[in-house]
């Protein structure tokens, strides 16, 4: 499917989940992905049309985050947590004796002035850092919707931190993720 024919969906209808085994690939309907290795862990990370999907893996511990349109189905086993997107949410778990999991989340709506000044922070800062995709060329506004994803891998942690676009919403979607091993 040409980038350009996709569209957000709104962000009423999204739902950020977590998951303690891995998602099957073919469930996962993506525009971009990305595969990263760190002091034994494995990371996937995939763009969906209305946000992510981060799978991280260190031995037989998982860890799998979801932002997606609710309408996508996931035939797994029932998620940790399931929230709809309104205003921040946070959770926090262990996958596994050695393993934590913390999250927070949220959708900030804006006024259209600033909605454009944090667009091209968005689009400035990936100049120096982070993983950026256009969902399509332009929306009706001008703006193409956008994911930013930083990765700050530290000693025995890792912060995924995400922003997804929204322009004819004038939100941004968010979320900033800590996991800490042994």
Not at 27 to 55: D, N, P, T
Not at 56 to 71: A, F, H, Q, T
Not at 130 to 137: D, P
Request: hydrophobic share 35%.
């Amino acid at each position: 499917m040409a980038s350009q024919l996709l569209s957000r969906p709104p962000v009423a209808d999204l739902v950020f989940q977590g998951f303690e085994k891995p998602l099957h690939p073919e469930f996962i309907s993506s525009y971009a992905s990305e595969k990263f290795e760190r002091e034994g862990y494995r990371l996937q990370l995939y763009l969906l049309r209305g946000g992510h999907v981060v799978e991280w893996r260190l031995g037989p511990s998982c860890m799998v985050e979801v932002l997606s349109d609710s309408k996508q189905a996931i035939p797994e086993p029932g998620p940790l947590f399931a929230h709809r997107l309104a205003g921040e949410r946070g959770e926090q778990f262990r996958p596994s004796p050695l393993v934590t999991y913390s999250t927070r989340f949220g959708v900030e709506r804006t006024s259209p002035e600033i909605f454009y000044q944090m667009d091209g922070e968005l689009r400035d800062q990936s100049q120096k850092t982070g993983i950026l995709r256009h969902l399509s060329l332009n929306d009706r506004l001008g703006l193409s919707p956008l994911s930013f994803v930083e990765l700050e891998a530290r000693p025995r942690s890792l912060i995924i931190k995400t922003w997804h676009t929204f322009p004819c919403e004038y939100a941004i979607v968010r979320s900033n993720t800590l996991i800490e091993f042994e």
